[in-house]
């Protein structure tokens, strides 16, 4: 497994060197391919470099948004996510019917009034939130 399949991180945007920025967020989980097949989908990204039985980088196509990374691991998770994605997005009720339909479940807390997220779980249980950017959330 190797995170280092980047050869020009150090370059920012600018072109300026930079000390350090996130290159990736991993994703520990359990059932390797069906949460790689499920966040690609969702995130519209792309493998790149070497796809492995255990580990992978997704990349967005454009090069614009931090890339995710999923890594099989024996243990499970317990307990409630530290970290979790927030998906912005300018149609809420679209994107949570597409997630949905690719493998995603409703969170079971219930929303409080003129929230602007919609909590979800992804296949193995771990929460994301939709939240919609265009002022007219869904519930």
Same mark, same amino acid.
């Given at each position: ?12 945007? !600018?072109?300026?060197? &930079? ?5 990736? *967020? ?7 391919? +069906? ?7 969702? =995130?519209?990204?792309?493998? +790149? $470099? =070497? ?8 990349? !967005?196509?454009? $090069? ?8 099989? *691991?024996? &243990?499970?998770?317990? $307990?409630?996510?530290? =970290?979790?994605?927030?998906?912005? %997005? ?14 995603? %479940? ?20 771990? +929460?994301?939130? *939709? ?9």
């Amino acid at each position: 497994m190797s995170c280092q399949q980047y050869k020009d991180w150090r370059l920012g945007y !600018d072109g300026r060197v &930079e000390r350090v920025r996130v290159g990736s *967020v991993v994703v520990d989980c359990n059932d390797f391919r +069906t949460m790689r097949l499920f966040w690609q989908e969702a =995130l519209g990204y792309v493998p +790149t $470099g =070497l796809v492995e039985d255990d580990f992978v980088i997704l990349k !967005d196509p454009e $090069g614009r948004r931090v890339n995710v990374s999923l890594q099989k *691991v024996p &243990e499970r998770r317990v $307990g409630k996510n530290r =970290l979790h994605f927030d998906l912005y %997005t300018s149609d809420q009720r679209g994107e949570v019917e597409r997630l949905l339909g690719i493998g995603a %479940t409703r969170h079971p807390r219930v929303p409080e009034p003129d929230e602007d997220f919609i909590a979800l779980l992804d296949p193995e249980g771990n +929460t994301f939130c *939709v939240v919609d950017t265009g002022g007219e959330a869904a519930t």
